[in-house]
């Protein structure tokens, strides 16, 4: 039964176009092609990396940070309350109002006390800016040597020139060792990150992440099984010719150097632009997408292959969203790039600027702790009048 079910998993005319199949596939007169069995040296590869991360981020990421002059604030720890404990783990780490209120009858606190302690609270579980920095610089390292590699592997190849020419000879194109390394070290390197995503700085795009990550390992996988090591190659490239420029721009912006971050974002801004929402779709998926259909008849392993490019691709747009969003907001002003993604650390004016607002609020007639405030006629503080 489980081999008839495999035979019918991987059936060629499944993965394959027709008169082509896993036969094509078979070493013979000293050409090597791509085997499934490849793929396990990506485990030990994975954990190679997550040794290597550990060792750069102690010997040259914390003494880069030290000399950029990356630094933490000291955070104010919330005091134990074991019933604030209980409603911050179980329910929600953002009360309501009406929250508030219940939790400063329950504790005794006052309803600013409250507030106070849930700030603080979420402060503590906040990554701290060496942490990120940390990250970003390991990151950076690895996708600025990526790139640069990956140019070597595909500079002196003619398909790098003329796309269409990772069609030639399908599936019979020999696997070269510098392909090998290339696919080895870069789907080895996203299986460290999946291992990795429990402990690294979790953004507002996590689940984006978390897909971004499985559709790349499936289709670095799929492109190797499948012998479409070519169109693999280049959408490896695509995609870290502009990701050091985001990492360097993190660290720049954790170090607080406004200008040179600024003038580094522009430039991935520029480059992701470019690469993922132009050379991407309107050169590399037309070619894997549009013009097969004009050399075979389509067959599965063709759709699943585009459809997880499709996938890539609309993430892209997510993600050029955020970006030109922070272009925005820097343009106008010399301001630091503020990463759309990221979970802002709250501080001790937050508060206050709360309790402003709220007795503003109360001073025009708004209901306040849920009662009306009948008197609206007293003098208006000094501060509200600078305000409003």
């Known amino acids: 039964m489980l081999s008839r079910l495999s035979e019918l998993i991987w059936a060629d005319w499944i993965w394959f176009p027709e008169g082509h199949g896993w036969a094509d596939l078979t070493d013979h007169d000293g050409k090597v092609f791509p085997k499934p069995q490849d793929l396990w040296a990506t485990i030990p590869i994975a954990f190679c990396f997550l040794i290597i991360r550990q060792i750069f981020e102690q010997t040259v990421a914390i003494p880069l940070a030290s000399l950029l002059g990356v630094s933490d604030k000291q955070r104010v720890r919330a005091p134990p309350n074991p019933v604030l404990e209980s409603y911050f783990c179980s329910t929600s780490k953002h009360p309501k109002q009406s929250s508030i209120e219940s939790l400063s009858k329950q504790t005794g606190c006052s309803v600013r006390q409250v507030q106070r302690w849930f700030r603080r609270r979420r402060n503590q579980d906040r990554p701290s800016k060496l942490k990120k920095f940390r990250e970003a610089s390991w990151r950076f390292t690895f996708y600025l040597l990526a790139f640069f590699a990956g140019l070597a592997v595909l500079i002196d190849k003619p398909w ?200 503003e609020k109360s001073r025009n007639g708004h209901v306040q702790n849920g009662h009306t405030v009948l008197n609206n006629n007293h003098n208006v503080p000094r501060s509200l009048k600078a305000r409003r």
């Open 160 to 359: 790098f020139y003329d796309v269409k020419l990772i069609w030639e000879n399908f599936p019979k194109m020999p696997l070269l060792p510098s392909q090998y390394w290339y696919y080895m070290i870069e789907l080895g390197f996203y299986i460290s990150l999946i291992f990795s995503v429990a402990s690294d700085v979790k953004r507002k795009d996590f689940k984006e992440q978390i897909i971004h990550h499985v559709a790349t390992i499936a289709l670095i996988s799929f492109s190797w099984l499948v012998n479409y090591i070519r169109a693999g190659t280049l959408i490896m490239l695509v995609h870290d010719a502009a990701d050091y420029l985001m990492e360097s721009a993190k660290m720049f912006n954790y170090a607080g150097w406004r200008r040179t971050c600024n003038f580094i974002f522009t430039m991935f801004a520029a480059v992701f632009i470019v690469t993922r929402l132009i050379i991407l779709p309107f050169w590399i998926i037309h070619t894997t997408f549009v013009y097969p259909l004009t050399l075979y008849t389509p067959f599965f392993g063709f759709y699943f292959f585009n459809g997880l490019m499709c996938v890539l691709q609309v993430l892209h747009i997510f993600w050029a969203v955020l970006i030109l969003r922070m272009v925005v907001k820097f343009l106008p002003g010399n301001d630091i790039v503020e990463d759309e993604r990221s979970d802002k650390e709250e501080t001790e004016s937050d508060d206050e600027d709360g309790d402003c607002e709220r007795r």
